[in-house]
């Protein structure tokens, strides 16, 4: 498989579709529920990418990010928000908190693969 996506989301048919798209991109994809998870997860599996939702249960993305952020394995790992949060307060965290780039949901899963693509340098094919 490619490169390693880490999926973070508490909406399971939201995972399973972003999995399915990025599958069939040739990603290898992980997922995790919250962000207790994801952290568990990135550190036992170093992702290549993380797509991250910010309203989850146990811990919200914009810990999680900021959290990923302080850890040297993770810290220069690119991290999308993928979320429904749009008000400028929400997006002016998760870009302080270390995000690479901020998408509002519902996003089309090609805008998501081709940004996925362009943050770990593989070339886009459309």
């Not at 399915?20 to 952290?39: I, K, M, Q």
């Not at 992702?47 to 900021?66: S, T, W």
């Not at 394995?73 to 928000?81: F, H, N």
């Not at 996925?116 to 070339?123: A, E």
């Amino acid at each position: 498989m490619g490169k390693r996506v880490l999926v973070v989301d508490d909406h399971q048919p939201t995972v399973k579709l972003i999995e399915d798209a990025l599958t069939r991109a040739g990603f290898s994809v992980l997922t995790a529920g919250n962000g207790l998870e994801c952290l568990r997860k990135a550190e036992a599996e170093p992702p290549d990418l993380v797509i991250l939702d910010v309203i989850m249960p146990r811990m919200n993305g914009i810990q999680a990010l900021r959290k990923l952020r302080e850890r040297p394995q993770t810290r220069d790992v690119p991290v999308i928000i993928l979320t429904v949060r749009q008000e400028r307060g929400d997006v002016l965290a998760g870009w302080s908190a270390g995000a690479n780039i901020y998408i509002s949901k519902p996003c089309k899963m090609e805008l998501l693969v081709a940004t996925v693509k362009r943050l770990l340098g593989v070339p886009a094919q459309f």
